[in-house]
């Protein structure tokens, strides 16, 4: 029987999983879930440099690109500060970007983290 060895990658997979299932439902409008393009956003492409959404982080969690949780936190915080530099202060999509931005900070808090490893021992 061939020994089928957990590289510890399932269990962050699993733990990225819960974070952003949790941390997704607070974009009631979708407006995170998918990449904005040039079409909705006019020059979009020549502001944000490093486009970030859920679903490309999705892919990330899935293809096992990141290494940790802090590394899936720069992610986070990339979409919502990129949506905080391309839109006013007035608008919706910056306003769910700071909430989007506070309420993650909570959840993938260091203590959070470190409470969390040691649960996982
Ligand atoms: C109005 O319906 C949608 C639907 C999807 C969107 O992004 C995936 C957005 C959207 C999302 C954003 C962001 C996140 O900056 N945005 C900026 C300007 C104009 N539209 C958007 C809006």
Do not use: W
């Not at 029987?1 to 299932?21: N, S």
């Not at 492409?45 to 859920?54: C, L, Q, R, W």
């Not at 979409?79 to 959840?107: D, F, H, V």
């Amino acid at each position: 029987v061939t020994e089928v060895r957990d590289d510890g990658k399932g269990v962050l997979r699993e733990c990225l999983l819960y974070i952003q299932k949790h941390l997704q439902r607070k974009d009631v409008n979708g407006f995170f879930a998918a990449p904005v393009n040039d079409t909705i956003a006019p020059g979009y492409s020549n502001i944000i440099k490093e486009p970030m959404d859920f679903s490309t982080m999705l892919l990330k969690i899935e293809n096992d690109t990141y290494d940790s949780i802090m590394d899936y936190k720069t992610d986070y915080v990339l979409m919502c500060n990129n949506a905080m530099t391309y839109n006013r202060p007035e608008t919706i999509y910056y306003k769910e970007a700071k909430r989007l931005l506070q309420s993650g900070m909570k959840m993938l808090s260091k203590e959070k983290l470190l409470s969390m490893r040691r649960s996982l021992g």
